[in-house]
């Protein structure tokens, strides 16, 4: 699954409540002996999301696609809004029967 924030036509109304910005958006990894606690911020208003740099494309294979719609089932991260600009679904995969 390639997400293409470009292409997508939920492009800025739908990045303050979608899974790329979560995943963009997060600090990098620290090597310490202790965890470090970071504060939550708070959610940002549609207005003030922050979108996606052009260019910016994400690749999901099968498992990580399932990772993150556990996590937002869970509501532990907001799910994908993404929608690509054909009308198709946002997994990439077409509808039958």
Known sequence: ???DCDSC???GTGCADCVVTVLLGAPPARRATAPVF?????VPAAEDAVVA???VVVDL????RRAVRALAEGGLVPPL???????????????TG
């Open 61 to 64: 294979d099968d498992v990580e």
């Open 38 to 42: 970071l504060p939550v911020p708070p």
């Open 53 to 55: 740099r052009a260019g």
């Open 9 to 11: 036509t939920a492009r």
């Open 81 to 95: 809004r993404h929608r690509p600009a054909g009308g198709g679904r946002p997994d990439g995969r077409r509808r």
């Open 1 to 3: 699954m390639l997400i």
